[in-house]
C-alpha cells in the first residue's frame, strides 16, 4: 500500500510569490490533515477535511493560505502572497479511523 | 488550550542502555495520547497510542509509554537502546470530547544513541 506523498519535497520561493504544495493521502482515507513545523517547534495543526469537506480550518493563520481537497482526493496548500515566516516543513497526514494518522514526508518551504 | 511539553531538546545514551523521551500534556479531561517518529527525511511514523485500559502502552520496535494520570505524563522508554533508534520524537494528545480529531504536538525531542 503506498503511504502518503507530497510535492515538492523542498521549494525555494521568494517573498511576494506564490506556491502551491500538493498532498496524496492514502487511497480510501476520507480523513485529510494539514500540519506545519516553523523553525524547529512544535507541529502545528492547520486544517482537516473530510472528503472534499473542510471539517476544521481553526488553524489557518491568515487567508493567504488557502487549501482543497478537489473530489475528496489530492488536496493542495497554497500560499499567496508568502512571507517569510512561513518557512517551514508542512506536512499531509490521512487517516481512515479516528486513531491513527499516517504523515507524508513533507514539503520544506524556504522563503528567502 | 491544550499543551503538549517536551522538556528536553536533545536526550544522549549509550547503546544498549534504558532511554526516556519526557512529555507531560496539559488538556482537560483524559486525552488521548501518541508517540511519533521522525528519521532524517521521513515522515512522521506512528510508534503507538493510549486509548484507554492499561497504564502501560506497547508499541513498535521495542518502545513502550507510561499514562502517568496524576503527573499528566507520557513518557517513552525503551529497556536496551539502539544506535537505530537515533531519530525525533514527537508527543500529541487529542481530546477525548468533542468532534475535533487533530493532533496536538510538542516541540520534539532529539534522541541520539552513541555506540
Known amino acids: 500500500e503506498a503511504g502518503v506523498t507530497q510535492f515538492p519535497s523542498h521549494s525555494v520561493i521568494e517573498k511576494g510569490q506564490t506556491v502551491t504544495l500538493r498532498c496524496d493521502p492514502i487511497s480510501g482515507h476520507d480523513n485529510l490533515y494539514w500540519y506545519r513545523r516553523v523553525m524547529g517547534k512544535e507541529i502545528k495543526f492547520l486544517l482537516h477535511f473530510v472528503k472534499e469537506s473542510k471539517q476544521d480550518e481553526s488553524g489557518m493563520p491568515n487567508n493567504r493560505f488557502l487549501a482543497e481537497r478537489t473530489g475528496g482526493t489530492y488536496s493542495t496548500l497554497k500560499v499567496q502572497p508568502a512571507e517569510l515566516e512561513d518557512s517551514g516543513v508542512y506536512f499531509c497526514?490521512?487517516?481512515?479511523?479516528?486513531?491513527?494518522?499516517?504523515f507524508g514526508p513533507g514539503t520544506r518551504l524556504t522563503v528567502t | 488550550a491544550q499543551s503538549v511539553a517536551q522538556p528536553e531538546d536533545q536526550v544522549n545514551v549509550a547503546e544498549g542502555n534504558p532511554l526516556t523521551v519526557k512529555c507531560t500534556y496539559s488538556v482537560s479531561g483524559n486525552p488521548y495520547l501518541f508517540w511519533y517518529v521522525q528519521y532524517p527525511n521521513r515522515g512522521l511514523q506512528f510508534l503507538l497510542k493510549?486509548?484507554?485500559?492499561?497504564?502501560l502502552v506497547k508499541g513498535s520496535y521495542g518502545f513502550e509509554a507510561e499514562f502517568n494520570k496524576s503527573q499528566t505524563s507520557f513518557h517513552l522508554k525503551k529497556p536496551s537502546a539502539l544506535v537505530s533508534d537515533s531519530a525525533l520524537y514527537f508527543c500529541?494528545?487529542?481530546?477525548?470530547?468533542?468532534?475535533?480529531?487533530?493532533?496536538?504536538f510538542g516541540s520534539g525531542t532529539q534522541l541520539t544513541v552513541l555506540p
Open positions: 500529541a494528545v487529542r481530546p477525548r470530547s468533542g468532534s475535533a480529531r487533530q493532533l496536538t
Open positions: 493510549y486509548i484507554t485500559g492499561d497504564n
Open positions: 497526514a490521512s487517516s481512515q479511523d479516528r486513531w491513527e494518522q499516517y
